[in-house]
Each structure stands twice: as C-alpha cells, then as structure tokens.
C-alpha cells in the first residue's frame, strides 16, 4: 500500500486545517491508517488512528476533542480535521498505514508498515 498525505499549510492560531491520506494497492480488511507529527527536534508522536472495518477511533490525549479522523467509504482516503489548532501543533505531520494492529500498539509507529511523505503544518501565534 502506498500512501500520499496532503493539506498541510500555514494558519494562524485557533485556525483549523484538514489533511487527507489517499491510499494506493490492496488493503486488507483490518486495515488501520494513523497520523503521527514531528516537531524540529521533537521525536515522532502518535496524533490519531482509524481502523477502516469498525471505524473505531483513537487520539492522543493531547488532540482530543480537538481533532477528528475520518475515512471516506470508497476505503482509499483517510482524514485528519484539526480545529483549534495551536502553535504547539507545528510539525510535519505523517500517515501511516497497517494491518492487524492490536490495540496495544495502535499509538506506535513500529505498528505501521506503510508510509507517506510528511506535510508541513505551521501555526503562527
């Protein structure tokens, strides 16, 4: 599976932004797609998942009720909706995919086999 991450940008702080993930290949039936971010020095931190079957939802606690992640139903894009974003959340933020994560390793990046490119997203303050 080949993964393509768009929508990343500027914004200024409380602004909101959408990110998509658009899936390429065969994905299996339990498959998970997720959203990790890092920051300029930063070690690389697990933001929100989605398994595609249950479309059951994970966040880090730092995102909650502030982020959302979706998928479309034709199975291919995966969404990230940041509202009320602040400058904290400036980072290159990656999707990643994988099959058959156990819900212990839902927020590790090692769970995850495919990778997109990163997108920049800046929040001015």
């Known amino acids: 599976v080949q993964l393509q991450a768009y929508g990343g940008g500027l914004v200024q702080t409380g602004g909101s932004l959408r990110l998509s993930c658009v899936a390429s290949g065969r994905m299996s039936s339990n498959y998970a797609t997720g959203w990790f971010r890092q920051a300029p020095g930063k070690e690389r931190e697990f933001v929100a998942s989605?398994?595609?079957?249950?479309?059951?939802?994970y966040y880090a606690d730092s995102v909650k009720g502030r982020f959302t992640i979706s998928r479309d139903n034709s199975g291919k894009t995966a969404f990230l909706q940041m509202n009320s974003l602040k400058p904290e959340d400036t980072a290159v933020y990656y999707c990643?995919?994988?099959?058959?994560?156990?819900?212990?390793?839902?927020?590790?990046?090692?769970?995850?086999?495919?990778w997109g490119q990163g997108t920049l997203v800046t929040v001015s303050s």
């Open positions: 989605i398994r595609w079957s249950s479309r059951a939802t």
């Open positions: 990643a995919g994988g099959s058959t994560i156990i819900l212990s390793r839902i927020t590790s990046a090692n769970a995850y086999a495919s």
